[in-house]
């Protein structure tokens, strides 16, 4: 069989520790042999005006993951003119790794806003895709049926029929995993977004525990987010 990469989408403006611990929590859950960050060119689904530029953007993830073996970064979408969806990404990915399995990573937050996503039916059935919860955002109910209603209740019953819920830390099976699959997870709850990392910036508070010292060095080196309020 071939490898398992896991491909975890989003502007990273910037990368934070929300989006490290669950990549590292997802490599190790899933067994992954690969994660790859998809910093995206201009997101489809945020329409937030002054998007660091995709240098800094770039600059950051390769400080923050340079010592993470199993931790990529994939350039494929700011490569791309046309703005790709998450859709067409997925395809190029897989036409990359033709024997991959790749599995499409998402907070709980995009997940709950994913039927607006372009062919989001096919994400949900042509891909695995692993759900992580975010604080602030739906639940991580202990009650199995619970936990479904509450993050996969927006699905249609043949989509919600896939998912997997590994609620309370519990790890996938090796059956669950030959299969193609949703699965809504809680391996790690940090509270942080790259909108509170900002405004931290732009107000001069400290970024120590919200992103690694690397990133944190480099937006007071080059000033970013200074002229956000
Ligand atoms: P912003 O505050 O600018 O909206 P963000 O912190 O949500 O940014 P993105 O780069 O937009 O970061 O997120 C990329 C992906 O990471 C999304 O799927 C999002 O749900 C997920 N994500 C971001 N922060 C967390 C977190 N703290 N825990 C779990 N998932 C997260």
């Known amino acids: 069989m071939g490898w398992r990469i896991a491909v975890y989408g989003g502007t990273f403006d910037p990368l934070h520790e929300g989006h490290l611990q669950v990549a590292e929590a997802i490599l190790d859950a899933f067994a992954l042999d690969r994660l790859l960050l998809v910093p995206a060119a201009v997101p489809p689904h945020k329409r937030r005006q002054a998007i660091s530029s995709p240098y800094h953007r770039m600059a950051m993830l390769a400080l923050a993951t340079a010592d993470r073996p199993r931790i990529f970064i994939s350039t494929i979408e700011l490569e791309s003119p046309a703005r790709p969806y998450t859709i067409e990404t997925m395809?190029?990915?897989?036409?990359?790794?033709?024997?991959g399995q790749l599995l499409f990573v998402m907070g709980g937050d995009s997940f709950r806003d994913v039927t607006t996503w372009r062919e989001y039916q096919r994400i949900l059935t042509e891909y695995d895709v692993i759900v992580a919860t975010r604080p602030g955002y739906p639940t991580a109910a202990t009650e199995e049926e619970e936990g479904m209603a509450g993050m996969a209740?927006?699905?249609?019953?043949?989509?919600?029929?896939?998912?997997?819920?590994?609620?309370?830390?519990?790890?996938?099976?090796?059956?669950?995993?030959?299969?193609?699959?949703?699965?809504?997870?809680?391996?790690?709850?940090?509270?942080?977004?790259?909108?509170?990392?900002?405004?931290?910036?732009?107000?001069?508070?400290s970024l120590s525990g919200m992103v690694p010292p690397a990133i944190a060095e480099y937006i007071a080196k080059y000033q970013l987010y200074r002229s956000l309020l």
Not at 91 to 99: E, F, M, N, S, V
């Open 153 to 205: 209740g927006h699905l249609a019953p043949e989509l919600r029929s896939r998912v997997v819920n590994l609620l309370g830390g519990r790890r996938p099976s090796p059956e669950q995993l030959a299969d193609r699959h949703i699965f809504l997870t809680d391996y790690v709850a940090v509270d942080v977004s790259a909108t509170d990392v900002r405004q931290a910036a732009a107000t001069g508070r």
């Open 91 to 99: 395809g190029k990915l897989q036409a990359i790794y033709p024997d």
